[in-house]
């Protein structure tokens, strides 16, 4: 079975809160990462002769991918979205302490 990728970036959300507003977007940030998370973890585990497709962005169309490189990306992908996380947590806490 051939794997179609989706991939989850953070610059794809469209509908974001407002800065004040932090909440919405943490937990819009916390699906992504799971949802990218799920990603990693099947990249992971194909056999190393399956076929994965990334999705092209704003397209239903699929292009023949490296597993290798999809997995890399999608781990890079996932940090990215864990710090952002990570910062917008650490930004609340300052909030709360002042």
């Keep these: ?3 179609p990728l989706r991939e989850a970036r953070p610059q794809d959300s469209a509908g ?7 909440a919405p977007h ?3 940030l916390g699906s992504k ?3 990218q998370k799920i990603v990693v973890d099947e ?4 056999k190393k002769n399956r076929k994965v497709y990334k999705q092209q962005q704003n397209s ?3 292009f023949l991918a490296d597993r290798t490189e999809m ?7 996932l940090d990215e979205l864990r710090k952002e996380y990570q910062e917008i947590e ?5 909030k709360i302490k002042k």
């Design 33 to 35: 990462i799971k949802e």
């Design 90 to 94: 650490n930004s609340e806490k300052t």
């Design 1 to 3: 079975m051939d794997l």
């Design 26 to 28: 943490r937990e819009d």
């Design 16 to 22: 974001q809160a407002p800065p004040d507003s932090p």
């Design 60 to 62: 239903n169309i699929f």
């Design 71 to 77: 997995l890399s990306e999608s781990k890079n992908i």
């Design 43 to 46: 990249l992971s585990n194909l």
